[in-house]
């Protein structure tokens, strides 16, 4: 669970200064704004899904597994081509993302 605590670790950083708003710094905070819609859609497709090991579970984790795979993919795009501190962190929030999806459907 250390995603959700570096992504707003990375939001107080990104908070506390004030660079001036170029492109690529831009496509930086854009970035950092998917992820967290993508660590949110992962919340919302876990805690809110069916019976584990029912074909409506399989049905919801399918919907909520794209979703966030697209915004993650989005995240890693803008997160490459983005500049800002910490940027890393959110490059790697990309991966971690669906990773954790694909994790909690093969512990159900």
Same mark, same amino acid.
């Given at each position: 669970?250390?995603?959700?605590a570096l ?5 107080? =950083? ?93 512990? =159900?």
């Amino acid at each position: 669970m250390a995603n959700p605590a570096l992504i707003f670790w990375v939001w107080v =950083e990104r908070l506390k200064q004030r660079p001036a708003m170029s492109p690529r710094n831009v496509l930086g905070w854009l970035s950092l704004t998917l992820a967290t819609v993508a660590l949110l859609i992962f919340f919302i497709g876990v805690g809110t899904s069916p019976k584990a090991a029912t074909p409506a579970f399989d049905r919801w984790f399918t919907l909520w597994f794209r979703i966030c795979l697209v915004a993650s993919a989005a995240t890693l795009v803008l997160g490459l081509a983005g500049t800002g501190k910490r940027q890393w962190i959110v490059v790697l929030s990309a991966f971690i993302t669906p990773l954790s999806c694909v994790l909690q459907k093969v512990l =159900e």
